[in-house]
């Protein structure tokens, strides 16, 4: 079972972003030539693992490899691109984010467990 889905189309974050009105949508961006985004991605894996059915789309975007689908995202939440990079989206818009060494389990869960279905 996959925890998180890639989108590598711009169609795909389109339907995300949309589904973001039913249920709180989190977006990572993820450069796989960074070793600040390896530390980073490590964290919301673990995260992830964690909270299996948390009620948040979990989505990974690898921003070297699918550049238009990463520049998309910063266009339609007004969030100015980094990576790594967390974006969290309900109803459409971007409700917080962070970037770089500011993604932690910690602050994921502080940030991301008021927003879970549980």
Known sequence: MTLYETLSTVEQWED?????????LFVFKHSTRCSVSA?????WTKWVEENQGSGIRQTLVNVVED????NAI?????????SPQAILIVNG??????SH???TQASL???????CGK
């Open 39 to 43: 530390e980073a991605i490590e964290a």
């Open 93 to 98: 818009e971007a409700v917080w984010n962070t």
């Open 16 to 24: 995300a972003a949309a589904s973001s009105a039913e249920k709180p």
């Open 101 to 103: 060494w500011h993604i």
């Open 67 to 70: 550049r238009p689908v990463s």
């Open 74 to 82: 910063a266009e339609a939440t007004g969030v100015t691109h980094a």
């Open 109 to 115: 869960e502080e940030h991301l467990r008021a927003h």
